[in-house]
T-cell receptor
Framework: GNSVTQMEGPVTLSEEAFLTINCTYT??????LFWYVQYPGEGLQLLLK?????DKGSNKGFEATYRKETTSFHLEKGSVQVSDSAVYFC?????????FGTGTRLKVLA | NAGVTQTPKFQVLKTGQSMTLQCAQD?????MSWYRQDPGMGLRLIHY???????DQGEVPNGYNVSRSTTEDFPLRLLSAAPSQTSVYFC???????????????FGEGSRLTVL
């Protein structure tokens, strides 16, 4: 079945640092891939998605490219802000359910 | 737009009590689900539904019941609460899970449950 492996955290960065959170997947076919973000005290919300191989999803300065050769969907941001402090989840759809990574907590220091 | 609405946001129960977490969505989504989130455990699927009258178990269904009498509502029932059910519960919905190129999953704000 489909599965996802996500980099463990926590990740602590200074403001304006470069961020990479690794995500690799195993899937049948080429499903859509997602990154969700959970801010403190809130539910998860979609950050970005890619629906086919070589697609790049982007939102709020974050980017991720759907790479079928390496089965990866790494999340990147060139310059993080304190307001980016949150938990980030990589996800893909499985059989009648979504498969989530374990989440990576990001803390950005001013 | 209301999206996915969960109630209550906070609840404290004593061991053995029962309660229902309510979930409603106004997006005409076929698919609805319940997750629990515990520290270090990520999100775990409790139950899901692919349409009115159809429900199925997820990874951790024991101690929980669900029903789907309408497209909009998907309540989660705790039959006899236990301290192990202390968690944050999220309801989530999506238009369809019929194909692998499915769309976004929309989450409620969560319900924090403490069982003493």
């Amino acid at each position: 079945g489909n599965s996802v492996t996500q980099m463990e955290g926590p990740v602590t960065l200074s403001e304006e640092a470069f961020l990479t959170i690794n995500c690799t997947y195993t899937a049948t076919g080429y499903p859509s891939l997602f990154w969700y973000v959970q801010y403190p005290g809130e539910g998860l919300q979609l950050l970005l998605k890619a629906t086919k191989a070589d697609d790049k999803g982007s939102n709020k300065g974050f980017e991720a490219t759907y790479r079928k050769e390496t089965t990866s969907f790494h999340l990147e941001k060139g310059s993080v802000q304190v307001s980016d402090s949150a938990v980030y989840f990589c996800a893909l759809p499985g059989t009648y359910k979504y498969i989530f990574g374990t989440g990576t907590r990001l803390k950005v220091l001013a | 737009n209301a999206g996915v609405t969960q109630t209550p946001k906070f609840q404290v129960l004593k061991t053995g009590q029962s309660m229902t977490l309510q979930c409603a969505q106004d997006m005409n989504h076929e698919y609805m689900s319940w997750y629990r989130q515990d520290p270090g455990m990520g999100l775990r699927l409790i139950h899901y539904s692919v349409g009115a009258g159809i429900t199925d178990q997820g990874e951790v269904p024991n101690g929980y019941n669900v029903s789907r009498s309408t497209t909009e509502d998907f309540p989660l029932r705790l039959l006899s609460a236990a301290p192990s059910q202390t968690s944050v519960y999220f309801c989530a919905s999506s238009y369809s899970m019929a194909s692998s190129n499915t769309g976004e999953l929309f989450f409620g704000e969560g319900s924090r449950l403490t069982v003493l």
